[in-house]
Each structure stands twice: as C-alpha cells, then as structure tokens.
C-alpha cells in the first residue's frame, strides 16, 4: 500500500487489521496518513475504536466472594 | 482476580462454569509457580493458562454431549458482512450530532455481554481472545490449534454478527435514529 494512493475502500478493507496492529509497520503507518487526511475514514476508525473498548471492558467482572475464597483455599493464602 | 473471572465469564458464558475454569487455572499456575521465569509476565502467563484451561474444559464438554470435537464454524447469513457504522452514520448530521458516537455511548455494559454471549462458541471465543485479550492472530492461531486465516475469518464473522445483534438491540431500546432521545439512557 501506498500512502498516496490507498483508496478509502482499501483503508476500511484493511481498518481491522490496522487496529488489532497485525498490519506490518509500513501499512500501519500509511492507514495511519490517510486517517489524518480523511474524515470519513477517521469518523469509521474512532467508531469501531471505541465499540472496541466497551467490548473489552466487558471482560471484567467483579470475582464472587465464594472464588476468592476457594483460591485462598487453593494457594493457601 | 475480576479480570480473570471477566474473560472466563465471556468464554463460558456460565457463572458458575467460569468459577470452576478460575479455579482450575490458579490451581495450575499455583503448581507451576516456579516455570514462572519473570515475574513480569506473571499476567501474560495467568491468562495462557486460563485460557488452556478452558479450551480444556470446552473439549471435555464437547465430548460429553457427544458432538464433534472442533471448532467448526456453523452456518452464518449475511450478518457477517454487517457494518453498524454503515447503518448509524449521517454525514449530513455532522454539525447538529454524531448519532453513531451517541449509540455506543448509550449501549448498556449488559447489551454488549448478551451480544458477545449469544455467539456461537467458534466466533465468541475468538473475539474474546482478540478484542478483550489483545491476542494477535498467530497467538490465538497457536492456542486454538487453527490455522490464522481460520482465524481471521471468524473474527470477520463474530464483528459483523456482533455489531447486527446490537442494532437490533438498539432498535429494540430505541437507540437508532430519532427514537433514541426516548430511551432514557445515560452514558456510561
């Protein structure tokens, strides 16, 4: 890919990868140019970025007093 | 501990199913303590385990009820190609709101555990692994036993399929379009 040449279909074909950062450091970087240059590009980047955050924040919950208790028992703690 | 017991809760949708995976993989890891080499990445490495312990039990279970053991991904529509951004998105809004930026904001932490709780097992627990645990394609390659561009299309699947459960959940409270002024709904 080349900075000056990606096309907005390119850039939201390729818009997951560059955020699960598996895209290599030269691709990253040219989704990185066209985002600052391109609004809509940007509006689509920052929406699935945040949807990405609130689904990660699901991956937290308080443990039950009754598993903290049997990893005490467990590890003796 | 909240973090470990989170993970395990969104992979086996199932408290007390969670409990047990918790349980198993500190008791593993207890056992195990001195394979730890840096104390570092005792985090990386609590999570390796949970994560085995459950892809452990999920296998277990698998073989109980009878069923093929794998991960074979079942029959999905369209939903996969869904875009929820595509469907909120009004350029012409741009001054007045963002209603897509609105959306999220007003989706319920519960709205998205019952969405990522209703897909099926091969695209749920990709999405975990990759959205709530950081894990790169290789590395959830690696622990699911499956080539990465097996994984990288069902984590194609699981986004597209998560993202029309929620605007269908959207459309339910009234987050969509005009209707979301009635919901009620505080940010988060």
New interface residues.
Partial sequence: MKASQISCEEVIDHLFEYLDRELDEQNQQVIDDHLKRCFDCFSRAEFERRLRQRIAATGVEAAPTRLKQRIRDLTGQ | ???????A??LTRN?DEA?DV??EA??NA?RRLEQLDDPNHLDGWLFRILHNTFIDHWRRKQCRQEKEVSLDEPETSDAAAFS??AH??Q?FLLWIG?P??DF?NQ?L?QD??QA?DALADPYRIV??L?????H??DEVAHILDVPSGTVRSR??RA?GL??KSLWRQGQDAGLTGHAKSKSGRVS?
Avoid: C, K
């Avoid at chain 2, 501990?1 to 993970?7: H, S």
């Avoid at chain 2, 990759?130 to 950081?134: F, N």
């Fill in positions: 501990m909240d973090r470990l017991y989170g993970t809760l969104r408290p409990e918790v349980a500190v008791s207890w929820l951004f909120l998105h350029p963002q897509e930026a999220i989706l932490e998205l555990a990522i999405l975990v990759v959205e709530i645990q950081g790169s394609y984590l194609n986004r998560l993202q988060p």
